[in-house]
């Protein structure tokens, strides 16, 4: 017997022990779902003491690259079930589409999860809302939802005056909120709810304008709607949402005295100044989840915004889209447990995503960070240019000097010739950017009005904007689908007898074979103005791009090697050229007879000194920068040389890029995966990638496509052009190009470990990839096991 005892007295002292350190440690917290409301909920939980959020779960490899990018610790999932495992957190949020709600907090149950915050509305079906409170009820655990509003200082202060009968008692409610049902409707209502202390629901009525509806979310949502809900003891609730709204979010509450107005930034109380302004977002989430966090722990008796109460309030959407469907009133609460927006859109179900998520497209290995693995790369380096006391204390010589203008100024002048100098050019002109230093070159080549200016379909607007602005029709050529790069047998496929120049960009810093591209354009007598814009003391054969054509065009713009904030410079090669170029910026303004004689057609792109200040001590530290680039871009490139379906430029001839950004291609049938798979993987690692320069070519643009269709007639050459509008089917190189292209961010701040992180990132899913792919090859083939006989 006493041992029994002694039995049962050491059973409950561990007990309690067990109670008094789920008390005092930290909740481990885990989010499932990371798009819109995913971050509020980790800066939420990140800001109480009680709480540590270890885990992040969402369908999107780039959602997870962002969370772990601001949390180094988190570790991050694409299978929420796989986070469950390996997290094991005390507490998850559920910020999921809607759909899938019911699943998830089931699988978080299995886990052993103890309490659930999750995103409004719980359901919108009735089945859906009596499971999730019957799994809460079954193993134990606390639900509540994201119904903010109810901690919101300003219902909080109306609630508390229509209690206290301050306006007397309610006999009439307005309210309206943009956005669907589906989506802001919840929390009308649930805070309609709020302010009336939960009373319950008779009646309803709802008329949905589905016209065009779209999908959001998943769910087929509405116009607009407008109608009733009847509260016991005869309230009535008018409402209107989503097109309908004057405003995003208001509730006029009318008693037998006076009426409130309330809403997120509105608050006018009988007898009392209204209260316009956002509350401090902060705080009344702060209390959100830290009663919740109490509640979950034992330390409070309820919780405001708990499941039961949510449920009703998803109720009162379910059945508004019960009474649409129906065309008129329904009685609550309805017994109706379908799926009853699919009746009411007259689809077979109202999802059109799989109840429950899934990650079956991902690579599984373990060693990613998609799976619980280490992210390859910590913290990114900083693509901030180097600004410091050169650039400083040449802004203020020329504030001291009160010569801002570079037309009676030196320090422009002295920029050109040193630019000039370093590049051994005999003329440099400095402009405003990079689009008005190649508007200048084509200024200086006098062309006429339906001229042809061949160029890439893939750079920066500001390459072809200049061939439009001199009344010129642009022309585009290929690329090659490995370098980006303009290629002589592309060019020379796109001359005609109307090609006058070639605008060729060494996109992201590296040369393009200018040989052969030369000695075509020298033999057919065309112009070849250099787009150095990306490509800063990048070399070809030992000579500096931007010395080979006429012009080199550079800009000096923000993103690039060295900047002056904006700015350009044109180099002129060809002395003859240089009179018109300098003219051309000043709106074809000769100065040098002292009257006002403009010889012709101009643009006034003329820099400032205090760009010229900041741009000459920039390229003074331009020969280092590059250097940094190179050595580390160098380094990269040695190691991803090695990596099966990793595909880099290769140059036949000897070049020296000047890495405005690092760039490879993908080998998707090598791999397995798709390159914007690549680019969501390397994200989740810590890389900042990007998937191809461009959306889409240049002359897809809608300034191009509007002019071929008359809406916009700004550019006559252009529109009367008779040459066939171009088709993205007829640049196959350019095609192959942004579909397989991936681009890092590059700066002379990177350093060995940030190379080193990358070319781990980059292994790490080129195993995997091959991996998975080389499992699903074997699973295929597997021979299948003939059933028993019975």
């Given at each position: 017997?006493?041992?029994?005892?002694?039995r049962?007295?050491?059973?409950?002292?561990?007990e309690?022990?067990?109670?008094?350190?789920?008390?005092?440690?930290?909740?481990?917290?885990?989010?499932?779902?990371f798009?819109?409301?995913?971050?509020?909920?980790?800066?939420?939980?990140?800001?109480?003491?009680?709480?540590?959020?270890?885990?992040?779960?969402?369908?999107s490899?780039?959602?997870?690259g962002?969370?772990?990018?601001?949390?180094?610790w988190?570790?991050?999932?694409?299978?929420?079930?796989?986070?469950?495992?390996?997290a094991?957190?005390?507490?998850?949020?559920?910020?999921?589409?809607?759909?899938?709600?019911?699943?998830?907090?089931l699988?978080?149950?299995?886990?052993g999860v103890?309490?659930?915050?999750?995103?409004?509305?719980?359901?919108?079906?009735?089945e859906?809302?009596?499971?999730?409170?019957?799994?809460?009820?079954?193993?134990?655990?606390?639900?509540?939802c994201?119904?903010?509003?109810?901690?919101?200082?300003?219902?909080?202060?109306?609630?508390?005056?229509?209690?206290?009968?301050?306006?007397?008692e309610v006999t009439?409610?307005?309210?309206?909120?943009?956005?669907?049902?589906?989506?802001n409707?919840?929390?009308?209502?649930?805070?309609?709810?709020?302010?009336?202390?939960?009373?319950?629901?008779?009646?309803?009525?709802?008329?949905?304008?589905?016209?065009?509806?779209?999908?959001d979310?998943?769910?087929?949502?509405?116009?607009?709607?407008?109608?009733?809900?009847?509260?016991?003891?005869?309230?009535r609730?008018?409402?209107?949402?989503?097109?309908?709204?004057?405003?995003?979010?208001?509730?006029?509450?009318?008693?037998?005295?006076?009426?409130?107005?309330?809403?997120?930034e509105?608050?006018?109380?009988?007898?009392?100044?209204?209260?316009?302004g956002?509350?401090?977002?902060?705080?009344?989430?702060?209390?959100?989840?830290?009663?919740?966090?109490?509640?979950?722990?034992?330390?409070?008796?309820?919780?405001?915004a708990?499941?039961v109460?949510?449920?009703?309030?998803?109720?009162?959407i379910?059945?508004?889209?019960?009474?649409a469907?129906?065309?008129?009133?329904?009685?609550m609460?309805?017994p109706?447990?379908?799926?009853?927006?699919?009746?009411?859109?007259?689809?077979?179900?109202?999802?059109d995503?799989?109840?429950?998520?899934?990650s079956?497209?991902?690579?599984?290995?373990?060693?990613?960070?998609?799976?619980?693995?280490?992210?390859?790369?910590?913290?990114?380096?900083s693509?901030?240019p180097?600004?410091?006391?050169?650039?400083?204390?040449?802004?203020a010589?020329?504030?001291?000097?009160?010569?801002?203008?570079?037309?009676?100024?030196?320090v422009?002048?002295?920029?050109e010739?040193?630019f000039?100098?370093?590049?051994?050019?005999?003329?440099?002109?400095?402009?405003?950017s990079?689009?008005?230093?190649?508007?200048?070159?084509?200024?200086?080549?006098?062309l006429?009005?339906?001229?042809?200016?061949?160029?890439?379909?893939?750079?920066?607007?500001?390459?072809?904007?200049?061939?439009l602005?001199?009344?010129c029709?642009?022309?585009?050529?290929?690329?090659?689908?490995?370098?980006?790069?303009l290629?002589?047998?592309?060019?020379?496929?796109?001359i005609?007898?109307r090609?006058?120049?070639?605008?060729?960009?060494?996109?992201?810093?590296?040369p393009?074979?200018?040989?052969?591209?030369?000695?075509?354009?020298?033999s057919?007598?065309?112009?070849?103005?250099?787009?150095?814009?990306?490509?800063?003391?990048?070399?070809?054969?030992g000579k500096?791009?931007?010395?080979?054509?006429?012009?080199?065009?550079?800009s000096?713009?923000?993103?690039?090697?060295?900047?002056?904030?904006?700015g350009?410079?044109?180099?002129?090669?060809?002395?003859?050229?240089?009179?018109r170029?300098a003219?051309?910026?000043d709106?074809?303004?000769?100065?040098?007879?002292g009257?006002?004689?403009?010889?012709?057609?101009?643009?006034?792109?003329?820099?400032?000194?205090?760009?010229?200040a900041?741009?000459?001590?920039?390229?003074?530290?331009l020969?280092?920068l590059?250097?940094?680039?190179?050595?580390?871009?160098?380094a990269?490139?040695?190691?991803l040389?090695k990596?099966?379906?990793?595909?880099?430029?290769?140059?036949?001839f000897?070049?020296?890029?000047?890495?405005?950004?690092?760039?490879?291609?993908v080998?998707?049938?090598?791999?397995?995966?798709?390159?914007?798979?690549?680019?969501?993987?390397?994200?989740?690692?810590?890389?900042?990638?990007?998937?191809?320069?461009?959306?889409?070519?240049?002359?897809?643009?809608?300034?191009?496509?509007?002019a071929?269709s008359?809406?916009?007639?700004?550019?006559?050459?252009?529109?009367?052009?008779?040459?066939?509008?171009?088709?993205?089917?007829?640049?196959?190189?350019?095609?192959?190009?942004?579909?397989?292209?991936?681009l890092?961010?590059?700066?002379?701040?990177?350093?060995?470990?940030?190379?080193?992180?990358?070319?781990?990132?980059?292994?790490?899913?080129?195993?995997?990839?091959?991996e998975?792919?080389?499992?699903?090859?074997?699973?295929?083939?597997?021979?299948?096991?003939?059933?028993v006989?019975?």
């Amino acid at each position: 017997m006493g041992s029994l005892t002694r039995r049962v007295k050491n059973r409950i002292r561990r007990e309690m022990l067990r109670k008094s350190i789920w008390a005092r440690r930290p909740l481990r917290v885990g989010i499932i779902g990371f798009g819109g409301i995913g971050p509020d909920h980790a800066d939420a939980f990140g800001d109480l003491a009680s709480t540590h959020l270890v885990a992040v779960s969402d369908l999107s490899p780039e959602r997870l690259g962002r969370a772990a990018a601001r949390r180094q610790w988190l570790r991050t999932y694409v299978e929420h079930t796989r986070m469950l495992i390996d997290a094991k957190p005390d507490i998850v949020s559920i910020c999921t589409w809607p759909q899938s709600h019911r699943d998830v907090l089931l699988d978080a149950a299995r886990m052993g999860v103890k309490g659930v915050m999750c995103e409004k509305p719980l359901a919108l079906q009735g089945e859906h809302l009596d499971s999730m409170l019957a799994i809460c009820s079954e193993f134990g655990i606390k639900l509540a939802c994201g119904h903010q509003y109810r901690f919101h200082p300003n219902f909080v202060r109306a609630r508390a005056a229509i209690r206290s009968g301050a306006i007397g008692e309610v006999t009439h409610v307005r309210a309206h909120i943009r956005s669907s049902l589906a989506n802001n409707g919840p929390h009308l209502f649930d805070t309609v709810r709020f302010l009336l202390s939960d009373r319950p629901v008779t009646e309803i009525f709802c008329d949905c304008d589905r016209r065009n509806y779209v999908m959001d979310r998943g769910l087929p949502v509405e116009q607009s709607a407008s109608g009733y809900v009847e509260f016991q003891g005869g309230v009535r609730v008018t409402f209107v949402t989503g097109a309908l709204a004057p405003s995003f979010f208001e509730i006029e509450v009318e008693g037998l005295k006076e009426t409130i107005t309330v809403g997120p930034e509105v608050l006018k109380l009988p007898h009392a100044d209204p209260m316009i302004g956002k509350a401090d977002q902060a705080l009344y989430r702060n209390r959100q989840f830290g009663e919740f966090i109490e509640w979950v722990r034992g330390r409070r008796p309820n919780y405001d915004a708990d499941g039961v109460t949510a449920a009703e309030s998803a109720r009162v959407i379910v059945g508004l889209y019960e009474s649409a469907a129906v065309g008129g009133p329904i009685k609550m609460p309805s017994p109706n447990k379908s799926d009853v927006m699919a009746t009411l859109f007259g689809l077979e179900q109202s999802s059109d995503t799989a109840t429950s998520p899934t990650s079956a497209t991902w690579p599984t290995s373990r060693d990613l960070a998609i799976n619980g693995g280490k992210r390859a790369l910590g913290r990114w380096f900083s693509t901030a240019p180097h600004i410091g006391l050169a650039e400083a204390r040449g802004v203020a010589d020329v504030l001291r000097s009160k010569q801002l203008s570079s037309t009676e100024g030196r320090v422009v002048r002295d920029f050109e010739r040193r630019f000039a100098r370093d590049y051994g050019a005999p003329h440099a002109v400095a402009s405003t950017s990079g689009t008005s230093a190649v508007h200048v070159a084509l200024g200086a080549l006098n062309l006429r009005a339906g001229d042809e200016v061949i160029t890439t379909p893939v750079s920066d607007m500001g390459t072809v904007i200049p061939i439009l602005a001199c009344n010129c029709t642009p022309v585009f050529a290929d690329i090659d689908p490995v370098s980006g790069n303009l290629t002589r047998e592309s060019i020379a496929a796109a001359i005609t007898p109307r090609t006058k120049a070639v605008i060729l960009v060494h996109l992201f810093g590296r040369p393009a074979d200018l040989d052969p591209i030369c000695e075509l354009l020298r033999s057919r007598n065309i112009a070849l103005i250099e787009d150095c814009a990306q490509a800063h003391l990048a070399e070809y054969k030992g000579k500096r791009v931007g010395t080979f054509g006429d012009f080199g065009c550079f800009s000096f713009q923000q993103s690039k090697q060295v900047t002056c904030g904006d700015g350009g410079v044109t180099l002129v090669n060809q002395p003859d050229h240089h009179k018109r170029a300098a003219f051309f910026i000043d709106k074809g303004w000769d100065r040098a007879g002292g009257g006002r004689a403009h010889l012709f057609f101009g643009m006034n792109y003329r820099m400032t000194e205090l760009q010229g200040a900041v741009a000459r001590a920039q390229i003074a530290r331009l020969s280092d920068l590059i250097r940094a680039r190179r050595t580390q871009a160098h380094a990269l490139a040695e190691r991803l040389a090695k990596l099966p379906g990793i595909i880099l430029p290769t140059d036949d001839f000897e070049s020296r890029p000047a890495w405005w950004m690092f760039h490879f291609n993908v080998d998707e049938q090598l791999l397995g995966i798709s390159t914007s798979q690549v680019v969501e993987l390397l994200r989740s690692e810590g890389v900042q990638a990007k998937h191809g320069y461009l959306k889409r070519p240049l002359f897809s643009e809608d300034m191009f496509t509007l002019a071929r269709s008359g809406e916009n007639t700004g550019y006559p050459a252009y529109l009367n052009s008779d040459l066939r509008p171009p088709l993205v089917a007829d640049y196959p190189g350019m095609q192959e190009f942004l579909e397989r292209s991936v681009l890092i961010f590059w700066s002379d701040r990177v350093e060995q470990r940030h190379v080193e992180g990358i070319a781990l990132a980059v292994k790490k899913i080129s195993e995997a990839a091959r991996e998975s792919q080389q499992s699903a090859k074997l699973a295929v083939g597997k021979p299948q096991l003939s059933p028993v006989p019975a």
